[in-house]
């Protein structure tokens, strides 16, 4: 079955950056699109970044400039690189990927102190 598990959140100053990774398997990584959603205290979940199968990357406003989404075809993992944090980037972060349906990872929280 899907599974998609992440690693990398944690506690970092405002100013701050963190990587965060997704290793999926359970699926051919290489034809699926791949994704970073995000959910803050009392917020709905929303997307900070996909990426297409051919690389096309896609970015919420708010992260425009400051994250960078990736994925290594070869080794099943896509990649959140997160820079120049705020506090406002404080959630629970998500991998995803989806077909006919959505399918999640367990989620890794990220802190950002100010």
């Known amino acids: 079955q899907v599974q998609l598990v992440e690693s990398g959140g944690g506690l970092v100053q405002a100013g701050g950056s963190l990587r965060l990774s997704c290793t999926a398997s359970g699926f051919i990584f290489s034809i699926n699109p791949m994704g970073w959603y995000r959910q803050a205290p009392e917020k709905q979940r929303e997307l900070a970044a996909v990426?297409?199968?051919?690389?096309?990357?896609t970015y919420a406003d708010s992260v425009k400039g400051r994250f960078t989404i990736s994925r290594d075809n070869a080794k099943n993992t896509v990649a959140l690189q997160m820079n120049s944090l705020k506090p406002e980037d404080t959630a629970v972060y998500y991998c995803?990927?989806?077909?006919?349906?959505?399918?999640w990872g367990q989620g890794t929280q990220v802190t950002v102190s100010s």
């Open positions: 990426i297409t199968r051919d690389g096309t990357t």
């Open positions: 995803t990927t989806w077909g006919t349906r959505y399918f």
